[in-house]
């Protein structure tokens, strides 16, 4: 029998409400970790690397993936100065290559990392699960941000209703709204101001779709054979949620995206993260059938699932529930494990880590990071873990 998939757990580093000592009784024996304390655009350092990677193995650990290396905004943009900050990106690979860290995930997404309208989301069992609810974000947009063309973009009665919708929140809730929308960051509680996000708006004004997509292919085609001669696998994350918002684009949201980045500079070093809970958030995104025609190029997984409502609403579900088929994933990832031991590939055992989780139980004590509680991402490994065990048994007996 081939080798399980790597379990991972995503740590946000020494600042962390969930320990190491934490995560070693979840079984998980990977991390999941980045510098978050070096701004994006500066050279990550060996000495800086091999400090943290210390801590990581000292605790029993392996540090299995780099999540992430935070994309400049002027690469996104396509701004003049992006190929000084595209060579302090090859610098920083070169330094996690020469520490012995090979699996570097990334996102195109632009100024925000992923966007939610609620963090606090209370299920039936009062558990805390994270929620994007398309008529908060239009309120957001339209009332509170004011953007620019968004009138444009919303119907009149869409308009209506959101309005009503803000009125009945009240300046908590509207305060509360707004901090979640802005909370995008990785890694941080810093939350942007809505004056520093229109100034962010701005440098995108001109930026369409099909410019992004042209300035992520040139970020590639740039960084592509380094990652390669380093040994690095790069693996971009799809855009969270997987359509465009705020005025903002988005270009790495459906299979066809992905097979564009994957042409843009074609090689083993560009790859996917296949992140179960950000694709899932389109129903026209066929999961299963995207780990079998995309697998070769999986390098890294992020298995959640949420549950889709059809106004464009979602949010996060139990692992095992919601919108996605988590069983025909799961069994399609174990086929593409059994093709590269058939070819002879050396990566059969893909780093997969619960992505988010509702906080339950213990999880209310702790401040942790949005999504990130430990016994609700506990809860989530142990059912992937034993979906993946139950495949492998009754396909390979």
């Not at 810093?190 to 099909?210: H, P, S, W």
């Not at 506990?378 to 059912?383: D, I, Q, R, S, Y």
């Amino acid at each position: 029998m081939f080798s399980d998939l790597e379990e991972t757990f995503r740590w946000y580093g020494p600042n962390d409400a969930v320990t190491l000592a934490a995560i070693k009784q979840t079984g998980a024996t990977g991390i999941v970790n980045a510098l978050h304390h070096i701004p994006s655009g500066e050279v990550w350092s060996f000495e800086e690397i091999n400090h943290r990677l210390r801590i990581i193995n000292e605790a029993g650990f392996a540090w299995s993936v780099v999540e992430s290396v935070n994309i400049h905004e002027s690469i996104k943009t396509g701004a003049a100065d992006r190929d000084k900050y595209i060579e302090n990106y090859i610098a920083t690979l070169k330094n996690l290559s020469d520490a012995g860290i090979k699996t570097v995930c990334y996102n195109f997404m632009p100024v925000l990392d992923w966007t939610r309208t609620d963090v606090d989301y209370r299920l039936p069992n009062n558990a805390s699960a994270l929620r994007f609810d398309a008529l908060a974000m239009a309120a957001f947009d339209l009332y509170i941000l004011g953007r620019e063309g968004a009138y444009s973009e919303f119907n009149r009665e869409r308009q209506q209703r959101a309005k009503e919708f803000l009125d009945s929140l009240g300046a908590d809730g509207t305060n509360n709204l707004t901090n979640a929308v802005m909370a995008g960051l990785p890694g941080t509680t810093e939350v942007l101001t809505v004056t520093e996000f229109k100034e962010y708006l701005k440098k995108y004004r001109d930026i369409d779709a099909a410019a992004l997509k042209e300035n992520l292919a040139y970020f590639l085609k740039a960084i592509i054979a380094d990652a390669e001669r380093y040994g690095v696998k790069m693996c971009i994350h799809p855009d969270d949620p997987p359509f465009p918002i705020l005025g903002l684009p988005r270009v790495v949201s459906t299979e066809k995206d992905l097979e564009d980045v994957m042409s843009s500079a074609p090689s083993s070093s560009n790859g996917i993260t296949f992140c179960t809970g950000s694709l899932g958030a389109r129903a026209d995104n066929d999961l299963p059938g995207m780990v079998s025609r995309l697998g070769s190029h999986i390098h890294f997984l992020h298995l959640r699932n949420v549950q889709r409502q059809d106004d464009g609403s979602f949010f996060e579900a139990d692992h095992l529930n919601g919108s996605t088929d988590m069983y025909a994933v799961m069994k399609n990832v174990v086929l593409e494990q059994k093709r590269r031991q058939e070819t002879g590939r050396f990566d059969i055992a893909i780093p997969m880590r619960p992505d988010h989780g509702h906080k339950i139980l213990d999880d209310f004590n702790y401040n942790t990071f949005p999504g990130y509680p430990v016994a609700g991402r506990m809860k989530g490994l142990a059912e992937l873990r034993g979906l993946e065990m139950g495949i492998k048994k009754s396909l390979f007996p």
